[in-house]
């Protein structure tokens, strides 16, 4: 099924297969959103160093931690606002235009974060200017992550639409296993002083420079077809777009946005904050929960591409029932089975992260 134009209804795409340049946008879409989506992510790879360098030295243990997670948490509230406004141009100018502009957002505040002066400089400055960035990161992936999956779904082949989704989501998860590595090489190549000196900037200045990356990546792409038809047809929106979803995929939003929830929690409670989960309560050691961490990171990256290919095959309705209870079922055995040895580690968060792949649904 084609994805749905709330502009202009469903436009019929020719049954084709998927051509070389078909290709070349989903390479350089899901290129694009691995880099975006590593400066979204990098921030909780370092939050327990971000915690001590941006707060009071005399705050309790407990306290930082619950405000640095929620200069984190930050970002995902400005998700939605970001997601509209930048949607919302989307439909008005362009999907390509946004899906660059969504970049420069990001990159940004990314690069600043990384120049920040500490609390010992600034005092509590310091920790207002970090949610300030997280915000405005949010706001950009906010947009980004829609406007790729628009981007790429009006561009694919009808029967070739799951894939086309899951590779992406691929692309976007692959950022956090990007985000894994850097951190997995940091805590290896410094020592924990170092890290807290100087080293812990390194990724987020690393973060801007993909984003320049990104931006002269996405110079190559080209107009969604779906975009172009209805510019040809004059047929962009009269009236605010977000009124016409509203008022006529209402049931479907709902649905989506339900799904959405179960993607967010399922990033950000399995991928995200289980290696500080591990290290905070099962007191395993860093390099080992960030390398096991990195492994489920690749095996959620590889289960986005089957679960899209599976679902042109055999429905999106008998993936999400097989994708969703086997995360439950991986989840029970990886988080009862706890602290563990460092096999069983790698082996349940792996399949756990397999699971997580059902997210491109």
Known sequence: MNPLSVLGGVLPAPARTLAARDYKTLALAALGGTLEFYDFVIYVFFVTVLGALFFPPDMPDWLRQLQTFGIFAAGYLARPLGGIVIAH?????????????????????????????????????????????????????????????????????????????????????????????????????YTPEQVSDFAWRIPFILGGVFGLVSVYLRRFLHETPVFRELADRSNLARELPIRTVLRDHRSASLFVALLTWVLSTSIVVVVLYTPAYLQKIHHIPAALALETNAFATLTLTIGCVIVGWACDRIGTRAVMLIGWGGLFMTAYLFYGSLPGTPGTLFWHYGLLGLFVGTIAT
């Open 89 to 189: 141009f989307g439909d008005r100018l362009g999907r390509k235009r946004m899906f660059t502009l969504s970049i420069l957002l990001m990159a940004a505040p990314t690069l600043t974060i990384g120049l920040l002066p500490t609390y010992a400089s600034i005092g509590i400055a310091a920790p207002l200017l970090l949610l300030a960035m997280r915000v405005l990161q949010g706001a950009a992936i906010g947009g980004e992550m829609p406007g790729a999956w628009v981007f790429v779904g009006e561009h694919v082949p009808s029967r070739h639409y799951g894939f086309g989704i899951g590779t992406l989501t691929s692309g976007i998860t692959g950022g956090i296993l990007l985000g894994s590595l850097v951190a997995v090489a940091i805590n290896r190549h």
